[in-house]
């Protein structure tokens, strides 16, 4: 009696695992991603472009992850998975034009190109996990590498409240707004 299927035709547990460049890859942007979304309240100038540490080191990232991520976008543009992929993901790359499309008329044209810019970033980066993921091994290390990423990232925040509880964003007395806000 044969059995029946019991995952997607496209799932193959006997394909070798994810390519070491592309493990690097995905490894460094697992890491680096979440730069992209750190803040800490009270920060001034928000709004607009400011030369603070922070702010510097999100653009790097953002930059950096961008253009490595086209670059390996360009590298495999003509395999199966990745056109399967970008199909897929259709949707949201109409949406990343409007996206971009909405700094013509915003009035804080920085904010909305750093949105747009960590948009990009996030869906190059589904992309590249689309192709690259090919067996649950693959699924598990990848599951691995964002559990590490998050204890990373977790004690950077521990440290810095250690260090300075207003500068971690865990202080909430530095939150500057009324109870009545809250």
């Known amino acids: 009696m044969p059995e029946a299927a019991t995952m997607d035709a496209s799932y193959d547990d006997s394909v070798i695992a994810i390519e070491p460049w592309r493990r690097r890859y995905l490894t460094a942007v697992l890491f680096m991603v ?23 080191l999100k653009l790097f990232t953002l930059v950096s992850t961008l253009f490595s991520g086209v670059v390996l976008f360009a590298l495999d543009r003509r395999s199966r998975k990745m056109a399967r992929g970008v ?4 949707p949201y790359f109409a949406f990343l034009g409007w996206a971009i499309l909405s700094v013509l008329w ?7 190109l750093n949105q747009a810019g960590g948009l990009t970033v996030l869906l190059i980066f589904v992309l590249h996990v689309s192709c690259a993921v090919r067996n649950s091994d693959d699924v598990s290390w990848m599951l691995k590498q964002l559990c590490y990423s998050s204890l ?10 250690l260090i300075n509880p207003s500068f971690s964003g865990l202080d ?5 707004s009324s109870p009545e806000k809250l």
């Open 34 to 56: 979440p730069v992209l979304t750190f803040t800490f309240p009270g920060r001034p100038n928000q709004a607009g472009l400011s030369a603070d540490p922070l702010t510097i």
């Open 87 to 90: 199909a897929i993901l259709l």
């Open 106 to 112: 915003t009035p804080l044209r920085s904010v909305t």
């Open 152 to 161: 990373f990232y977790s004690g950077v925040v521990l440290v810095a409240f």
């Open 172 to 176: 909430r007395s530095a939150d500057r």
